[in-house]
Nanobody
Framework: QVQLVESGGGLVQAGGSLRLSCAAS????????MGWFRQAPGKEREFVAAIKWSGGSTYYANSVKGRFTISRDNAKNTMYLQMNSLKPEDTAVYYC???????????????????WGQGTQVTVSS
């Protein structure tokens, strides 16, 4: 079955950086658009970033644009989220997700993500 495993979360001071990883198995990783989402305490889960199956195109939420970078290594079945200039409001559990449809031309923030990881906590102190 499909498994997505996030890692790399932790505690960091405001202005610092973290790099999250998402290791995928059980699917043809290079065929699927992927995304990162986050959920802060008491808030709805929100979209953070998405990347096309080839890695050639990316899309970001306005709140992270210019600070976060999504990437993928299809040879390693792994996706990344480089987070720089972190702010306290970035504190959340971060989830990686795989699109429900391979080569989905409608990939992005509103796509139907079918597979989810267990999440990794990111805490940014002020």
């Amino acid at each position: 079955q499909v498994q997505l495993v996030e890692s790399g979360g932790g505690l960091v001071q405001a202005g610092g950086s973290l790099r999250l990883s998402c290791a995928a198995s059980g699917l043809t990783f290079s065929s699927y658009p992927m995304g990162w989402f986050r959920q802060a305490p008491g808030k709805e889960r929100e979209f953070v970033a998405a990347i096309k199956w080839s890695g050639g195109s990316t899309y970001y939420a306005n709140s992270v644009k210019g600070r976060f970078t999504i990437s993928r290594d299809n040879a390693k079945n792994t996706m990344y989220l480089q987070m720089n200039s972190l702010k306290p409001e970035d504190t959340a559990v971060y989830y990686c997700a795989a699109d429900a449809v391979p080569w989905n031309l409608g990939w992005g923030s509103n796509s139907a993500y079918a597979y989810w990881g267990q999440g990794t906590q990111v805490t940014v102190s002020s």
